[in-house]
């Protein structure tokens, strides 16, 4: 089974902290998918990644900023934290050409104080 | 604007019954329409629909497009309180992901 790991379930942080969100796959997967997801509002996409150093603004990038060092580990990094980016953040992979069957990570509920 | 559409935003129903969820969408390029379900945290892949009027099937699951009422419908039958969760309908246009809000399906005993 594909295993998509987020490395906390939970973070307290406090406004104008640097925060890292770190999401590991382990089917070699190219694409990779950073969303967060807030009530009334649904999955929204911040930044996406095809391949090893390269990245794809989504929908809502400000604010944030990614790393993809390695092809199976995509990290989201939030320059100065604000209130405003407390939310469920999910991380998604999937295959190059098979991009519509992403395999979701578990989610870390970040809450920003 | 492209948007996806879900409704009931939320919808209860007792064991046994029967439940049709709603999904539009206006999209430019357009290439296929999802389904997902996600019950605790992490969606999971239900279904892809590309053609118009070809039913996919998965176990009292079952899902169809129609793409000249830019539309879809995912119907359960015999509802059981394992199917409680949160079903998300996105849309694939170009090569971007749009998901709607969601529809929050609540199954009583």
């Known amino acids: 089974d594909v295993k998509v790991t987020q490395s906390s379930r939970y973070l307290v942080k406090r406004t104008g902290e640097k925060v890292f969100l770190e999401c590991v796959q382990d089917m070699d997967h190219e694409n990779m998918f950073w969303y967060r997801q807030d009530p009334g509002l649904g999955l929204r996409l911040i930044y996406f990644?095809?391949?090893?150093?390269?990245?794809e603004k989504g929908d809502i990038p400000e604010g944030y900023s990614v790393s993809r060092e390695k092809k199976e580990r995509f990290s989201l990094i939030l320059e100065s934290a604000s209130t405003n980016q407390t939310s469920m953040y999910l991380c998604?992979?999937?295959?190059?050409?098979?991009?519509?069957?992403?395999?979701f990570g578990s989610g870390t509920q970040l809450s920003v104080l | 604007e492209d948007k996806v559409v879900q409704s009931p935003l939320s919808l209860v129903v007792h064991e046994g019954d029967t439940v049709t969820l709603n999904c539009s969408y206006e999209v430019t390029n357009f290439r296929s329409l999802l389904w997902y379900k996600q019950e605790k945290k992490a969606p999971t892949f239900l279904f892809m629909l590309t053609s118009s009027g070809i039913e996919k099937k998965s176990g009292r699951l079952s899902s169809i497009l129609d793409k000249k009422e830019l539309s879809s419908i995912l119907n359960i039958t015999a509802t059981q309180t394992g199917d409680s969760a949160i079903y998300l309908c996105a849309v694939l246009h170009g090569d971007k992901i749009i998901f709607g809000k969601g529809t929050r399906l609540h199954i009583l005993p």
């Open positions: 990644s095809y391949d090893v150093k390269m990245k």
């Open positions: 998604a992979s999937s295959y190059r050409d098979s991009y519509e069957k992403l395999f």
